[in-house]
């Protein structure tokens, strides 16, 4: 970190497989073009939604509009108009660029149909009507939209910069145009990247950090950590077994909550134990939230997870939680071995046979299935296999259904309650245990079908009811971020959406 | 890493040296090394398989009130009953900082509503140590209760204003030792049901070596996983050693054509990039449900390590069948099988048993390895490499976790290296020279 | 002597084929693909995926064009690092590999010759223990040990010194390069050592050395003209081999200390199951391996005339 020079310094973990925004998924690459690029709207210092490349806008339940300002312009000097925009989205969708978030324009007017290569990319509900004017007509309700349009595949694109470089596009400093606060002026892949802030960017005054330098990759949190303590980074996460070096330090330890909930997710297909409502609710009261956030994970700033929806998500006015609480199942061992002898009796057997667990191979992920495997030893005397696999393989089993048990998390993709809810409606594909419940999937309907706040909330407090009484999952915890920060590095956002960490709005202290 | 490459290939060329030498009758082997190292493998053998009679403890039982903590003898602990949520009595405002109750389960704070402070910070730090500690909580209720991975010592909590900085209150609290009435009952120290008259004290075993991040006993662990990685570290070599000198001594009584596509194919697998391979090899075996991991991991070894003794046995062999008194053997009238078991076999034993001892601690880092990078045994199983894996993590707050696992690897590599060693020059007559 | 040369280089291409194919189907044996991803995938987006990449074709099919590319010197394009062709990803991050491993080797030979010589000379007093304990330590202590312990050292150092002396990790300037190439090369140095002790001992008691010292020959003269290049040989036999392994095998020195190599790419891809980045790092790795086991076999030849006769053998 240089205050002379307003320069940061910072380890990525890992390297952005792509900067095309059409096509990212990753966290990296979101972080990256949080800097790079600009939407319609974007995320304000204190995480309110803010004017971006749109001065204002007006929201209906049909659709929105949006007035571009005339002074946002490309890294190479030409101004941002409403077709970039329009060419982006219709980009992301068609069924050739195969963009795997392409389902995130789904409310707009067409949106699946030209997905799904029905219908020409011209017949999606977007529309410029002048180089200022864009107007988005919305197949279903969408009251979520505004905060869409600061989501990273929402973002503008060149149609002649694409065409330029086609498939090579975005693969190095050279082959992309932003028209956000910073450009990308080196690209070293696996080493180096560097972003200086763009003097073309119309409110380039309002950016105190002149350049962002990150020359190391490294997804070893100890290496960051060693970089951090030497002076050679301003930002290092930090996982259990540093924080008590980071503490006797004297370091300054941050922490946010990342919006993403931890859970265990039951199997529900043919013929599967886990498919019974006794044995599942056993599980429950087993397994405490708080015990294994208490003293396994043992960080602060991680919270034990009761509910569906983590606290960040908002409801009415504060968030959903304060607003819906929800009822806390405490632990018992006599009630869970009550519980399993009633499945026993209702699926007819004797001894429950050894159960899969598929878990992750992180190391947390592991401690964790270690923790479970012990505690349905003991506690249930059922044996409870670890399959542990690394990330393709995992997926791969999820998607086949191939455990009874699996330690899952969901990030949520937009600022709604919904981006957790619908995910175990019994048509979404990411519903790994195929959880099919008629009551879920109507309270499901009801929400996405109105436009009223107070519908829609009850709607989403009977899915919260659901979840802790048939138990489809069993929610483990809230996962936040620890990290140290050089205490001269200020002003530094960290995100749920919108690219985390944000320096657009830091400066650093003399 | 690198080093396992490195040391994979030494052996072969260890082995290739040994080609050239001509077998000599087994010598004296009772060099002062051979004893000495004999002795520390003799000592890992018996703490891994007479330590578990001894110490008898459950490698898994996790003690999750004790989680990574230091050596300790057995002692009593309070049984806490209800560490739920929990919020002070109304009535009763506070003037300091209170302390309504401490142990190891929860420590409960209340202090007095301070005007215009909205939230506060809760601290908390080690009593012998300066500074704020950690910063466990930001609330806006004047009271807090923290049950974070307590341990038993004396803690100094400090509230202070979340948004100013401004330091407020600050206490000292040496929290009881004690289990939850949960976890009593799960270790079976307290019978499960609806009976609440338990003792309100509970006597619990010691953990000399301390225990691990999921309260683990750690001298229990090592004994385990030392099972596995001399299990390992033992047969993985001594099937693919057998193997190897099976195929290497077809390869060379058959000789001709069989010999030289034997031979090739011996290239082709030594070609392959062992690590890689490894890597790769372990990720299609996969693990299948409930398994140990041990199996996979003892297939790819074999798939991969086979052709140093294959090349080594059948140059011995190619070497013998001309020699005078294999011919001699021939001309009487023996039968093959009693040539080779007879007169070949003796001649080559030494150099297998010098292959085998270096091989070992080769298959011990290799296990350790694959384990260390998270490719190695599952859960519950575990190994030194997995120990080490585990151990890492808390390198900085925790070094026993994973000097202990280390040490131990470290000794019974140089066990096994220190007696290959001795063996080597035992029967190799060339080290007399060196020696001299 | 031309013969054996291209029978040696014949041997060595079926190698490279042999290596191509056990990793085309091992690999092709772990279930999910690269396309499966954290978030479920539209049927439409994954065929469109598939086909971009091939992976709609039957195995043999995709077995023969990977074939027919590799051929062409052509690895695809990586699945993770999107718009990245394999190629780039082996000759940009290869020779970081290479230069690592280099003077890993280079650390190793200096120091073993080094230390093994000094041990020679003073032979059973405590120098000689010294080295032998370092030794010993150095092939016991597993590699991931030393890396981790390293980094707390610089770490220790820097912050005793209150600058950077030496970076704890990255790459970019020669500082970055010491250490993690000393943990890289420490057993290596600790192998050669042993070998330059075992063979300089029987240069000192060897009869040239007897006479060049009755002829008086002395001092740096005598050390340097007939003890080192005598003894030394050995150890220059062995350095072939040796730059093989180190240079393809410092993955766990390229994690920890945040190295660009290829290793990292490879663990990386594995993980990934990015099928090109697999099929690319691995045969490359296999043809560099083999390219140098074909080198030393071919000079051995021009050395040594007798290793001729069997060398078409296969010793």
């Given at each position: 970190m240089d205050a002379d020079k307003a320069k940061v310094t910072l380890a990525l973990a890992t390297e952005p497989p792509t900067l095309n925004s059409a096509v990212a998924t990753d966290t990296i690459a979101s972080f990256i073009l949080a800097h790079l690029m600009e939407g319609l709207l974007v995320y304000g210092p204190d995480g309110e939604l803010a004017p971006g490349v749109a001065l204002r806008w007006q929201l209906d339940a049909d659709g929105a509009h949006f007035w571009l300002r005339e002074d946002a312009r490309w890294s190479d000097g030409k101004p941002v108009t409403a077709h970039d925009f329009v060419f982006a989205w219709r980009h992301a969708l068609n069924p050739k660029t195969a963009s795997q978030y392409a389902?995130?324009?789904?409310?707009?007017?067409?949106?699946?149909?030209?997905?799904?290569?029905?219908?020409?990319?011209?017949?999606?509900?977007?529309?410029?009507?002048?180089?200022?004017?864009?107007?988005?007509?919305?197949?279903?309700?969408?009251?979520?939209?505004?905060?869409?349009?600061?989501f990273m595949t929402f973002l503008p694109l060149r149609e002649d910069v694409l065409a330029q470089w086609g498939g090579r596009y975005a693969a190095d400093e050279d082959k992309l145009t932003v028209n956000g606060p910073y450009l990308l002026t080196k690209w070293v892949h696996g080493a180096h990247l560097q972003l200086r802030k763009n003097p073309q960017y119309w409110h380039s005054a309002s950016v105190r950090i002149n350049e962002i330098d990150m020359p190391y990759i490294t997804a070893d949190p100890s290496s960051q950590f060693n970089l951090f303590r030497d002076q050679q980074i301003a930002m290092a996460p930090l996982d259990t077994g540093l924080l008590s070096e980071a503490v006797k330090r004297g370091f300054d330890i941050e922490y946010f909550h990342t919006g993403s909930l931890y859970f265990l997710e039951f199997n529900f297909r043919e013929g599967r134990i886990t498919a019974n409502r006794a044995f599942r609710k056993a599980v429950q009261r087993l397994i405490d939230p708080a015990v294994l956030v208490n003293k396994i994970i043992g960080l602060p700033g991680i919270q034990p997870a009761y509910s569906l929806f983590p606290v960040t998500v908002k409801g009415l006015k504060r968030s959903f939680r304060e607003e819906y609480p929800v009822l806390r199942v405490d632990p018992d061992i006599a009630a869970a071995r009550a519980y399993i002898r009633k499945a026993k009796a209702e699926l007819g057997i004797s001894e429950i046979?050894?159960?899969?667990?598929?878990?992750?191979?992180?190391?947390?992920?592991?401690?964790?299935?270690?923790?479970?495997?012990?505690?349905?030893?003991?506690?249930?005397?059922?044996?409870?296999?670890?399959?542990?696999?690394v990330f393709k393989q995992r997926l791969e089993k999820m998607r086949r259904g191939d455990f009874d048990l699996v330690s899952a998390a969901w990030g949520p993709d937009y600022d709604d309650i919904m981006t957790f809810a619908d995910l175990?409606?019994?048509?979404?594909?990411?519903?790994?245990?195929?959880y099919n419940n008629a009551l879920y999937d109507r309270w499901i309907r009801v929400a996405q079908h109105s436009n009223d706040p107070r519908t829609r909330f009850n709607a989403m407090a009977q899915i919260q009811r659901i979840v802790v009484d048939d138990v489809p999952i069993l929610p483990t915890y809230e996962n936040g971020a620890l990290y140290v920060q050089n205490p001269r590095l200020r002003g530094v956002r960290r995100n749920i959406f919108g690219g985390d960490p944000l320096f657009r709005y830091a400066w650093i202290e003399r | 890493m690198a080093m396992s490459v490195f040391r994979f290939a030494r052996r072969t060329w260890a082995s290739e040296d040994l080609e050239h030498i001509a077998p000599v009758p087994l010598p004296k082997m009772a060099t002062p090394a051979v004893v000495l190292s004999s002795l520390v493998v003799i000592a890992l053998l018996l703490f891994v398989s007479i330590g578990p009679l001894v110490w008898r403890q459950d490698p898994s039982q996790q003690w999750l009130s004790q989680i990574s903590a230091g050596p300790s003898a057995p002692h009593s602990v309070r049984l806490i009953r209800d560490n739920g949520p929990w919020q002070p009595p109304v009535s009763e405002p506070v003037q300091s900082l209170v302390v309504h109750d401490a142990n190891t389960e929860f420590v409960r704070l209340q202090w007095p509503q301070i005007e215009g402070v909205k939230r506060y910070r809760v601290y908390r730090a080690s009593a012998h140590k300066?500074?704020?500690?950690?910063?466990?909580?930001?609330?806006?209720?004047?009271?807090?209760?923290?049950?974070?991975?307590?341990?038993?010592?004396?803690?100094?909590?400090?509230?202070?204003?979340?948004?100013?900085?401004l330091l407020l209150l600050a206490r000292e609290v040496r929290p009881e030792a004690a289990i939850s009435l949960f976890e009593a009952q799960l270790q079976g120290l307290v019978p499960v049901g609806k009976s609440r008259r338990h003792a309100k004290w509970l006597e619990i075993p010691g953990h000399p070596l301390g225990t691990d991040a999921l309260g683990r006993d750690i001298l229990a662990r090592l004994m385990a996983g030392g099972r596995t990685s001399l299990f390992v570290g033992v047969v993985a070599p001594l099937l693919y050693i057998s193997f190897g000198c099976i195929f290497g001594a077809i390869a060379g009584l058959a000789g001709g054509w069989v010999d030289q596509a034997a031979m090739r194919f011996v290239d082709f697998v030594v070609a392959l990039p062992f690590l890689l391979f490894m890597i790769l090899f372990r990720v299609a075996f996969g693990i299948g449900p409930g398994e140990n991991g041990i199996m996979p991991l003892i297939v790819a070894m074999l798939m991969l390590s086979w052709p140093g003794s294959a090349r080594l046995i059948r140059g011995q062999v190619l070497a013998l069948r001309g020699q005078a008194f294999v011919e001699a053997a021939k001309l009487a009238g023996v039968s093959t099988s009693r040539v080779i078991l007879r007169h070949m076999l003796p001649n080559v034993l030494p150099m297998i048993l010098v292959a085998f001892s270096f091989a070992i601690p080769q298959a011990i880092f290799t296990e350790a390895f694959l384990s260390f990078i998270g490719m190695g045994v599952s859960p519950p199983t575990t190994s030194w490499g997995a120990l080490c894996n585990d151990g890492i993590k808390t390198l900085l707050s925790h070094p026993r976790q994973?000097?202990?696992?280390?040490?131990?690897?470290s000794v019974s590599v140089l066990a096994f290296n220190l007696l290959g060693d001795a063996l080597r020059d035992a029967t190799d007559r060339r080290a007399g020279v060196a020696k001299a | 002597m031309l013969k054996f040369i291209a029978k040696r280089l014949l041997s060595g291409a079926i190698t490279i084929w042999f290596i191509a194919t056990a990793t085309f189907f091992a690999m092709h044996a772990v279930p999910g693909d690269p396309l499966t991803q954290e978030k479920a995938m539209s049927p439409t987006v994954r065929a469109q995926l598939e086909a971009r990449y091939g992976l709609d074709k039957p195995l043999s099919e995709q077995y023969q064009l990977f074939l027919g590319n590799m051929l062409r010197g052509d690895f695809g394009i990586s699945f993770t690092q999107e718009n990245r062709k394999v190629n780039d990803i082996i000759s940009k991050h290869f020779p970081i590999s290479a230069i690592l491993g280099l003077a890993a080797v280079l650390i190793a030979l200096v120091g073993g010759v080094a230390a093994g010589t000094v041990a020679a000379y003073y032979r059973n007093r405590w120098p000689d223990r010294l080295v032998m304990i370092g030794v010993i330590a150095a092939i016991s202590v597993p590699g991931f040990v030393i890396a981790g312990l390293a980094q707390l050292i610089i770490v220790a150092m820097n912050n005793a010194a209150g600058k950077t002396l030496l970076p704890v990790a990255g790459w970019g300037s020669v500082n970055h390069i010491w250490v993690p190439a000393l943990v890289l090369g420490l057993g290596t140095m600790?192998?050669?050592?042993?070998?330059?002790?075992?063979?300089?001992?029987?240069?000192?008691?060897?009869?040239f050395n007897t006479a060049a010292k009755a002829k008086g020959v002395h001092g740096l003269r005598l050390f340097w003209h007939h003890q080192l290049r005598n003894a030394v040989l050995p150890v220059v036999t062995e350095l072939g081999p040796t730059i093989a392994g180190v240079t393809t095998g410092g993955f766990v020195v390229e994690l920890i200390f945040a190295i660009p190599g290829l290793g990292r790419y490879f663990v990386q891809a594995v993980q990934q199951l990015d099928y090109t980045v697999i099929m690319g790092t691995t045969v490359f790795y296999g043809a560099f391996l083999v390219l140098v086991v074909v080198l030393v076999d071919i000079s051995y030849g021009l050395i040594d005339p007798r290793i001729r006769l069997h060398g078409g053998g296969g010793r």
């Amino acid at each position: 970190m240089d205050a002379d020079k307003a320069k940061v310094t910072l380890a990525l973990a890992t390297e952005p497989p792509t900067l095309n925004s059409a096509v990212a998924t990753d966290t990296i690459a979101s972080f990256i073009l949080a800097h790079l690029m600009e939407g319609l709207l974007v995320y304000g210092p204190d995480g309110e939604l803010a004017p971006g490349v749109a001065l204002r806008w007006q929201l209906d339940a049909d659709g929105a509009h949006f007035w571009l300002r005339e002074d946002a312009r490309w890294s190479d000097g030409k101004p941002v108009t409403a077709h970039d925009f329009v060419f982006a989205w219709r980009h992301a969708l068609n069924p050739k660029t195969a963009s795997q978030y392409a389902f995130i324009f789904y409310p707009i007017k067409n949106a699946e149909a030209v997905n799904e290569g029905k219908l020409a990319p011209s017949e999606l509900g977007v529309r410029a009507i002048s180089d200022t004017e864009l107007k988005v007509e919305f197949g279903s309700p969408c009251p979520y939209f505004l905060s869409l349009t600061a989501f990273m595949t929402f973002l503008p694109l060149r149609e002649d910069v694409l065409a330029q470089w086609g498939g090579r596009y975005a693969a190095d400093e050279d082959k992309l145009t932003v028209n956000g606060p910073y450009l990308l002026t080196k690209w070293v892949h696996g080493a180096h990247l560097q972003l200086r802030k763009n003097p073309q960017y119309w409110h380039s005054a309002s950016v105190r950090i002149n350049e962002i330098d990150m020359p190391y990759i490294t997804a070893d949190p100890s290496s960051q950590f060693n970089l951090f303590r030497d002076q050679q980074i301003a930002m290092a996460p930090l996982d259990t077994g540093l924080l008590s070096e980071a503490v006797k330090r004297g370091f300054d330890i941050e922490y946010f909550h990342t919006g993403s909930l931890y859970f265990l997710e039951f199997n529900f297909r043919e013929g599967r134990i886990t498919a019974n409502r006794a044995f599942r609710k056993a599980v429950q009261r087993l397994i405490d939230p708080a015990v294994l956030v208490n003293k396994i994970i043992g960080l602060p700033g991680i919270q034990p997870a009761y509910s569906l929806f983590p606290v960040t998500v908002k409801g009415l006015k504060r968030s959903f939680r304060e607003e819906y609480p929800v009822l806390r199942v405490d632990p018992d061992i006599a009630a869970a071995r009550a519980y399993i002898r009633k499945a026993k009796a209702e699926l007819g057997i004797s001894e429950i046979p050894p159960l899969m667990l598929l878990a992750g191979d992180s190391p947390r992920a592991l401690q964790e299935a270690e923790y479970y495997q012990y505690l349905f030893k003991n506690g249930l005397g059922i044996e409870l296999r670890i399959d542990q696999q690394v990330f393709k393989q995992r997926l791969e089993k999820m998607r086949r259904g191939d455990f009874d048990l699996v330690s899952a998390a969901w990030g949520p993709d937009y600022d709604d309650i919904m981006t957790f809810a619908d995910l175990f409606a019994s048509w979404n594909d990411n519903n790994r245990g195929r959880y099919n419940n008629a009551l879920y999937d109507r309270w499901i309907r009801v929400a996405q079908h109105s436009n009223d706040p107070r519908t829609r909330f009850n709607a989403m407090a009977q899915i919260q009811r659901i979840v802790v009484d048939d138990v489809p999952i069993l929610p483990t915890y809230e996962n936040g971020a620890l990290y140290v920060q050089n205490p001269r590095l200020r002003g530094v956002r960290r995100n749920i959406f919108g690219g985390d960490p944000l320096f657009r709005y830091a400066w650093i202290e003399r | 890493m690198a080093m396992s490459v490195f040391r994979f290939a030494r052996r072969t060329w260890a082995s290739e040296d040994l080609e050239h030498i001509a077998p000599v009758p087994l010598p004296k082997m009772a060099t002062p090394a051979v004893v000495l190292s004999s002795l520390v493998v003799i000592a890992l053998l018996l703490f891994v398989s007479i330590g578990p009679l001894v110490w008898r403890q459950d490698p898994s039982q996790q003690w999750l009130s004790q989680i990574s903590a230091g050596p300790s003898a057995p002692h009593s602990v309070r049984l806490i009953r209800d560490n739920g949520p929990w919020q002070p009595p109304v009535s009763e405002p506070v003037q300091s900082l209170v302390v309504h109750d401490a142990n190891t389960e929860f420590v409960r704070l209340q202090w007095p509503q301070i005007e215009g402070v909205k939230r506060y910070r809760v601290y908390r730090a080690s009593a012998h140590k300066a500074g704020l500690g950690l910063a466990i909580a930001e609330t806006d209720k004047s009271y807090y209760q923290d049950q974070l991975q307590l341990s038993y010592q004396i803690y100094r909590y400090t509230i202070a204003d979340a948004d100013s900085g401004l330091l407020l209150l600050a206490r000292e609290v040496r929290p009881e030792a004690a289990i939850s009435l949960f976890e009593a009952q799960l270790q079976g120290l307290v019978p499960v049901g609806k009976s609440r008259r338990h003792a309100k004290w509970l006597e619990i075993p010691g953990h000399p070596l301390g225990t691990d991040a999921l309260g683990r006993d750690i001298l229990a662990r090592l004994m385990a996983g030392g099972r596995t990685s001399l299990f390992v570290g033992v047969v993985a070599p001594l099937l693919y050693i057998s193997f190897g000198c099976i195929f290497g001594a077809i390869a060379g009584l058959a000789g001709g054509w069989v010999d030289q596509a034997a031979m090739r194919f011996v290239d082709f697998v030594v070609a392959l990039p062992f690590l890689l391979f490894m890597i790769l090899f372990r990720v299609a075996f996969g693990i299948g449900p409930g398994e140990n991991g041990i199996m996979p991991l003892i297939v790819a070894m074999l798939m991969l390590s086979w052709p140093g003794s294959a090349r080594l046995i059948r140059g011995q062999v190619l070497a013998l069948r001309g020699q005078a008194f294999v011919e001699a053997a021939k001309l009487a009238g023996v039968s093959t099988s009693r040539v080779i078991l007879r007169h070949m076999l003796p001649n080559v034993l030494p150099m297998i048993l010098v292959a085998f001892s270096f091989a070992i601690p080769q298959a011990i880092f290799t296990e350790a390895f694959l384990s260390f990078i998270g490719m190695g045994v599952s859960p519950p199983t575990t190994s030194w490499g997995a120990l080490c894996n585990d151990g890492i993590k808390t390198l900085l707050s925790h070094p026993r976790q994973l000097l202990l696992p280390a040490l131990f690897i470290s000794v019974s590599v140089l066990a096994f290296n220190l007696l290959g060693d001795a063996l080597r020059d035992a029967t190799d007559r060339r080290a007399g020279v060196a020696k001299a | 002597m031309l013969k054996f040369i291209a029978k040696r280089l014949l041997s060595g291409a079926i190698t490279i084929w042999f290596i191509a194919t056990a990793t085309f189907f091992a690999m092709h044996a772990v279930p999910g693909d690269p396309l499966t991803q954290e978030k479920a995938m539209s049927p439409t987006v994954r065929a469109q995926l598939e086909a971009r990449y091939g992976l709609d074709k039957p195995l043999s099919e995709q077995y023969q064009l990977f074939l027919g590319n590799m051929l062409r010197g052509d690895f695809g394009i990586s699945f993770t690092q999107e718009n990245r062709k394999v190629n780039d990803i082996i000759s940009k991050h290869f020779p970081i590999s290479a230069i690592l491993g280099l003077a890993a080797v280079l650390i190793a030979l200096v120091g073993g010759v080094a230390a093994g010589t000094v041990a020679a000379y003073y032979r059973n007093r405590w120098p000689d223990r010294l080295v032998m304990i370092g030794v010993i330590a150095a092939i016991s202590v597993p590699g991931f040990v030393i890396a981790g312990l390293a980094q707390l050292i610089i770490v220790a150092m820097n912050n005793a010194a209150g600058k950077t002396l030496l970076p704890v990790a990255g790459w970019g300037s020669v500082n970055h390069i010491w250490v993690p190439a000393l943990v890289l090369g420490l057993g290596t140095m600790a192998y050669l050592s042993r070998i330059m002790r075992a063979s300089m001992l029987e240069v000192l008691s060897a009869d040239f050395n007897t006479a060049a010292k009755a002829k008086g020959v002395h001092g740096l003269r005598l050390f340097w003209h007939h003890q080192l290049r005598n003894a030394v040989l050995p150890v220059v036999t062995e350095l072939g081999p040796t730059i093989a392994g180190v240079t393809t095998g410092g993955f766990v020195v390229e994690l920890i200390f945040a190295i660009p190599g290829l290793g990292r790419y490879f663990v990386q891809a594995v993980q990934q199951l990015d099928y090109t980045v697999i099929m690319g790092t691995t045969v490359f790795y296999g043809a560099f391996l083999v390219l140098v086991v074909v080198l030393v076999d071919i000079s051995y030849g021009l050395i040594d005339p007798r290793i001729r006769l069997h060398g078409g053998g296969g010793r």
